[in-house]
């Protein structure tokens, strides 16, 4: 086949594990109505640590979904990313056979990859030696292990890669799978991103940059988005998973169509290894709307970054502001992490989802925990409660660790 460029992307099938709920409709219940899900961590001791609070998906058993086999080769982050692909496959159902396989990609994305196995494997080796360790540790632990779990349960086998790219990991697999598909390589491809970081050693060190809000007292008010008095996000762990077709094979086999996807770009503004830079996040809204050829009066929703930390608020803010000029002041914002903490890698992912369900319900979900207005963040963050409003194109935004940008967009199909 052609490298054809004018391809057209839609989304098919969507499957999300989070804290918010198991499942794309328990999800948006929960995300729609403005619901924390941050409380606190009684899984370890948190005592020695600033911050003992986090988002967790609390009602995963994976022995409801995977095999005992398949449960002892998997980590943490690779069961969420099998369980949420199979709810996308389910809704999809995207055909796979032997004509078809070869032309279904595997696009995943991961942070952090399976840290639960290795801080569990390092505290056996350290206090028992090698001899005690599990020979599964290595295909447990790796990067990749949740898009190749993916591939070998799906069976397809087309290009299959795993993106780490920090905060926009799960945003960079959606909308670089997006460009495989509308550029010909492939037909289909599943993508998303996973992780499960809620454990001691990786809040350890996210406490020891001194990030996440220490809120602990109020563990369901502690992410406070474009809030005056915010203090940072909490970490969150779950997955969000999609499957993406060229439009021609979706209306083809008569396909249910959430969005089409309507731009992409992503960039580095090489600034930074963890503070924002407006210009680069502002580079990277105006490139997704000159992909996509999309005016700046046709966005209706932006799906915030949105971390609740004083940098990033005012950065994103003020990034909105110079792509969008005036017009900025009456698009909507709200950022999905005031309920679900930070998924890290995952985020971007589950943030696309959520954006795709507001345009599809013509919904603006809130931005909760907005008590104290900050002059220096003065947009609308669909302050917390949702709202009804007429949604065209709706855009979400990921910014990373290490100037890593990515911002997708997305709009309905009749």
Known sequence: MGHDLNRRVVITGMGVVAPAGIGKGAFWDSISHGRSCVSAIEDFDTSPLRTKI??????FDPAAYLTPQKIYATDRFSQFALVAASEALGESELPIDDATKKRIGVVWGSSEGGVTTMEQQYEIFFSKGCRAGDPMTLP???GAAASTNIAI?????????TITNTCSTGAVAVGEAYRLIRHGYVDAVVA?????CVTAGMLCGWCKLRVLSTRNDEPEGAVRPFSKDRDGPVLGEGSGALILESLDQAIARSAPIYAEIAGYHANSDAYHLTFPNVQGETEAIEGALADGG???DEVDYINAHGTATQANDKGETEAIKNAFGK???SIPVSSTKSMIGHLLGAAGAVEIITTVMAVKNQFLP???NYEIPDPECDLDYVPNSGRQGQIRVAMSNSFGFGGANAVVLLKGFA
């Open 294 to 296: 999309v005016s700046v």
């Open 327 to 329: 017009r900025a002041y």
């Open 366 to 368: 809130p931005t909760i």
């Open 54 to 59: 986090a988002a967790q998906v609390k009602d």
């Open 192 to 196: 998303g991103a996973s992780d499960a």
């Open 153 to 161: 349960e799906l069976g397809v086998t087309g290009i299959n890669y």
């Open 140 to 142: 447990r632990a790796m």
